[in-house]
């Protein structure tokens, strides 16, 4: 496999952006939900959030906690409730209507009024929560049970709650973690039961992401500080899945980094990367207008190799160790390969799980959306290179669900294959739905952004 610059002018790339995303219907949370509860076989089911883990509680409700802690219960006969604290008693009307909004003052910041509804145990027993029942706790991450002698506890959600929902049921065997429920590589909800329309929804985000970065790639000059680079994206308050990340050097660059006043310099190695809910985009490469051919043969030839060949191995049924094999294998005798898992499940949070392991048996399967996410280190001081981009694997019912009720999404699909076979050379199955604006674009050399990597013919 050959890799070559080749110039592919931005005009190519489609950057009409609709101003919204599509919605999902509440009918749609409820088929979630049932499905949690139906799977979990348990008398109800709590799912936590906070600002930091607001994942699952996204998927099942639309409900985003802002300030404080929530919890989403589930019960017989459909019963479905947020628990949240004072602030979040009219962002939850506001943000999910179909679900009743129940106030536990303990869920509000220190110092706020406690008056009403202080004690989480009061409030789960006034649901109807009762001694003898069973409990299925869903977190915001789960133990393999390699990294524990107890799977069965719940392991990532506050021992606080845990303890109280113990105490309420009076048994603490009854209380069991479901988190791999929505949360397993290969079989979890949220893994597998992405529709149409959360499909359109985090091709929305995937387009208004990676549009946001290549403004940065195509603006970002010597003399700015990183914070002015960064700006150059034009953030309008996207829900973000992750810190904006812009960062330059000559010294060992850590892409997780947010912006500071550093002034970029010629020659800098350099990287930015922006997560929307559904969606994340990230390049890296030289602040250079020459090529660097020691670097483009050494690093971006066997790096874009990997690229290519994971875009080009993925499709529905293939396992997670034919797509690591596929990634590392390309990289060759370099002296680097994939710093994390070569790709990840993406959703409102920017890493859910991968199938993607050494060995693993787990399969690629339809409705999942995924992050090309192959990161090379180590690299040599001063030097970046990245490309990542976010895309939604679907069998043929699922694409004609797609195409019959999104046909402007399904368009622009159709356009971004083209785009990667035409200009690229990159021939996906046709399974692989690219939902970033420029999937697997590489400028290696950020002061000649129109030249990109691609297979030789």
Known sequence: MKIELRSVPFSLVETEIPSEPPRILAQEYEQRAQALYERAGADWVVVYGDREHCANLLYLTGYDPRFEEALFVLGPAQERYLIVGNEGLAYAAAQSPHVPAVL???FSLMGQARSTAPR???????LGVMRGQRIAVVGWKYLEPSETDDPVAPAFVPAYIVNVLR????????VTDATAL????EHGLRAVMNSPAQIAAFEWSAMRASAMVSRIVHGARPGMTEYEAAALARYAGEPLSAHIMCVAGRNDIVGLSSPSARRIQYGDGITTAIGIWGGLSCRAGLMLGWVDQDFFTRVVTPYFRAVASWWQALRVGVTGAELFEAATTAFGDAPFNSALNP??????????HTPIRPGSPERVASGMVLQADIIPAPLASGQALNCEDTC????AGLREALRTHFPEVWLRILRRREFMREQLGIVLDESVL???IAPAWLPPFWLRADEVCALAS
């Open 434 to 436: 690219p939902l970033s």
């Open 104 to 106: 536990c003052q303990s």
């Open 182 to 185: 929505l949360m397993h590589p």
């Open 120 to 126: 989480l145990a009061d409030v789960l027993r006034e």
């Open 167 to 174: 105490g309420v049921v009076a048994d603490q065997a009854a």
């Open 343 to 352: 790709g990840h499940l993406v959703s409102y949070d920017e890493w859910v």
């Open 392 to 395: 939604a694997v679907a069998d």
